[in-house]
């Protein structure tokens, strides 16, 4: 059964920092890319960063560029977010995703609260 637990939300005051973690089990994780995705109070789900699952290259919303940093360690499973000089806008609940055998899969979320 494939599995992401993120961790690691909270809150945070603007200009602050948090590391989110998704913790993936079920699937060969090194195989595949593992997204993060934010989703604020009364607006749609948007994309904020991805990293492959080969060469490790990376993307990044235009939004968070130069603030937050993705990364991977295959040996424990985990894809890590680290989120510098946040702002209030990036207040959302973020879940991480892989796409399996073409199926979505998503984590539960975690809230990300920044105040001004």
């Known amino acids: 059964e494939v599995q992401l637990v993120e961790s690691g939300g909270g809150l945070v005051q603007a200009g602050g920092s948090l590391r989110l973690s998704c913790a993936a089990s079920g699937f060969t994780f090194d195989d595949y890319a593992i997204g993060w995705f934010r989703q604020a109070p009364g607006k749609e789900r948007e994309g904020v960063s991805c990293i492959s699952s080969s060469d490790g290259s990376t993307y990044y919303a235009d939004s968070v560029k130069g603030r937050f940093s993705i990364s991977r360690n295959n040996a424990k499973n985990t894809v890590y977010l680290q989120m510098n000089n946040l702002k209030p806008e990036d207040t959302a609940v973020y879940s991480c995703?892989?796409?399996?055998?073409?199926?979505?899969?998503w984590g539960q979320g975690t809230q990300v609260t920044v105040s001004s």
């Open positions: 995703h892989v796409r399996w055998w073409g199926a979505d899969y």
